[in-house]
């Protein structure tokens, strides 16, 4: 199975606030930035398509397919209580020093840990790879999520996951063999 991730575009969500998996909604003109991200991949043949059914992802999906299948796996982490909140407010809180020193294993309030994340990816993958053995699948999804694949398809340490820088917009590619490109 072939797999090519794109992460959304940059959205209307104030720099520094916390937004998780709240629908934030995507800037004027995004239309147009999601037609050059579908440029990049004209020569691409997606079997499927899976997105987060957040709309900063919904909308750049149904770009490539308007027959998306929308799956809640591929959602960002879950912060709880810090949903859009500032950071620089998030870190004063007492609760904030805990999660910040293991959020492997650390959930924020009423949110999730990024163990839990790389388990709902896991699980995502096993799903796709029993069904789409031998296609190629995108899947549009966010930040966590990408790091997440890129963890468990390359066999890396959680820790490892940020060492993987993820922009707005861009795509990544692999295979189950293990090679990996950027774009």
Request: charged share 20%; with cysteine.
């Amino acid at each position: 199975m072939n797999i090519t991730l794109i992460r959304h575009i940059k959205t209307t969500a104030p720099e520094g606030i916390c937004y998780g998996q709240t629908d934030v909604e995507l800037p004027a003109g995004y239309k147009s930035v999601h037609q050059s991200i579908v440029s990049q991949l004209n020569h691409e043949r997606f079997d499927v398509v899976y997105s987060s059914p957040l709309q900063r992802c919904a909308l750049l999906a149904e770009s490539f397919n308007q027959n998306v299948i929308f799956d809640e796996r591929l959602k960002e982490l879950n912060f709880g209580s810090w949903e859009m909140q500032m950071w620089s407010a998030i870190e004063k809180r007492p609760e904030a020093a805990d999660f910040f020193n293991d959020y492997l294993n650390i959930a924020p309030p009423n949110g999730e840990s990024y163990n839990e994340l790389l388990f709902r990816i896991d699980n995502f993958l096993d799903d796709i790879a029993k069904r789409h053995p031998n296609q190629n699948v995108l899947v549009v999804t966010h930040g966590g999520p990408i790091r997440a694949f890129h963890v468990l398809i390359n066999d890396l340490k959680p820790e490892e996951a940020f060492n993987l820088k993820v922009d707005y917009g861009q795509i990544f590619r692999y295979s189950l063999t293990n090679q990996t490109d950027t774009i």
